[in-house]
């Protein structure tokens, strides 16, 4: 089977506030970068259930709720499987973390996306049911989903090949 292109996944609950700004950050960017190869998914799980989800796809982004000790709600962190931080959902007490539902899902020779993106969005509150982001979250929803945007148009123009030269994926027409 061939790999298909791009997968963007947002992870979390709309149902408990901040936990849901990945699954929001979803419903806007289909309606923002709405370009042929990518695919957008929400899921409440992380790691094992998503594993699935990554097959065949050439490169992911996931975007995830990240409680760190000094982060400000809104705050941003750019990761890859390799340098990865704990997230809301890709590391679970009830679950696998990411990085070992990856090696699982190689040793089972499951094609996995040659690159993973992990976007990380600062919450506050991930564990009250509330429909509603916070308000310090809502105030910066706009400026984190442009952020988004700008990461995942840059990623796409410029990949590199096997021999270091950029190659454009997408029409460049699109981002003028």
């Known amino acids: 089977m061939e790999k298909r292109e ?15 700004i990945g699954a929001h950050l979803i419903d806007d960017l289909q309606k923002e970068v709405d ?27 996931i975007l995830d709720g990240i409680r760190t000790e000094d982060g400000i709600p809104g705050d941003i962190y750019f990761m890859d499987a390799v340098d990865f931080m704990e997230t809301l959902h890709l590391s679970n007490v009830h679950d696998m973390d990411f990085p070992t539902a990856l090696k699982l899902a190689e040793k089972m020779n499951y094609r996995m ?3 993973i993106r992990i976007i990380g969005i600062e919450v506050m509150e991930d564990k009250i049911f509330n429909e509603s982001l916070t308000p310090s979250l809502r105030e910066k929803y706009a400026d984190i989903l442009q952020l988004v945007i ?7 123009r410029c990949q590199r090949d096997e021999k270091f030269r ?6 460049d027409s699109y981002y003028n």
């Open 6 to 20: 791009i997968i963007v996944m947002g992870l979390g609950n709309k149902l408990l506030g901040d936990d849901g």
């Open 35 to 61: 370009l042929e190869g990518i695919s957008y998914q929400t899921s409440l799980n992380g790691s094992l259930e998503i594993i699935e989800m990554l097959i065949d796809y050439k490169m992911a982004f």
């Open 113 to 115: 996306p040659e690159k």
């Open 150 to 156: 700008n990461s995942i148009k840059s990623e796409l």
């Open 166 to 171: 950029y190659r454009t994926l997408i029409d």
